[in-house]
Structures are given as C-alpha cells and as structure tokens.
C-alpha cells in the first residue's frame, strides 16, 4: 500500500506545508534523506493552543499536547513530500525529535511526543519505527506547547 493510500485508509489529509516563520526552508534533502525543519501544529494555518504543557489551571493539558505533536507529524510529512516530490516517494522514518514547552512539574515528555511517533506508525507500518528524543524546553517558537522534526528516507 502507498503512503497516499494509506493516510486516506486513515481519513488524514496533508494540509499545505506552513511558510516558514523565519530564515529556513521547511525540508531539505541530503541523498536519500529528506530533513524537516521543527513543525508546529498549525491547523488551517493557526495554532490550536498556546501555552505550557502540564497538568493544573491555564496549562495545555497533556492529552491534548499529544494531539498537537501528531498535528505536527502530519505537517512533517507534508513538508518532507513538497521536497521530493510527493508523498508516496517517502520510504520510511529515521529520527524524531520532539520539543514539548513543559511546565517546570511536567514531566511526561515522551508521552506526548508519543502522538508523533504513533501517527508514523500509522502512516509508515514497519517503516515507520524510528530513532526519538523527546525534550523538554521553556519555551517554544510563538509560544506552541509541541515541536517536532522529522528525518525521512526517500525514494531517490
């Protein structure tokens, strides 16, 4: 089964890859690997949240971090296909690198870096398992709770 066919088994549709906020371009290959710049979870070109991930009054809560950081793994993969020239040209996952704005009591990183980590198993099947680091920051770009790049193989 193709990756297209796939996200559409899974009703997931690639959004357009988000301009980037700064002096970067969103994906950028290197042989048969294409590289991602950090994706935020921009839906429909907004973030759904702002704010500290972590669990008490005015904080993103943790299950929806998880969300935001497979938001992210979708805007990913949309950005590694605009460089290779579509979607079905990606093979596999190598890495993940996943950035959670965590409260300093938060600290179940990887538990929401997990929601990236599962929408590409999803996508990829057995391609899809990877290399992660999960980190906790202060902060991150426009203040999002969630961060994630992603390093790809291509179809060269």
Partial sequence: MTVSQRL???G???PEVVAPLAAYVPAKTSGSLVFTAGQLPF????LPATG???DGHGLVPA????????QCALNAI?????AVGGVDRLTGVVKVVGFVAADPAFTAIPGVING??????EVFGDAGAHARSAVGVA????DSPVEVEVIFEFSV
């Fill in 12 to 14: 997931l549709e690639l």
């Fill in 78 to 82: 949309a950005a590694a296909a605009a």
């Fill in 8 to 10: 559409a088994e899974l």
């Fill in 52 to 54: 500290k991930v972590g």
């Fill in 116 to 121: 990236a980590s599962e929408l590409l198993g």
């Fill in 139 to 142: 902060t991150l770009p426009i």
């Fill in 43 to 46: 839906v429909a070109g907004a």
């Fill in 63 to 70: 299950s929806d971090a998880k969300g935001y950081a497979r």
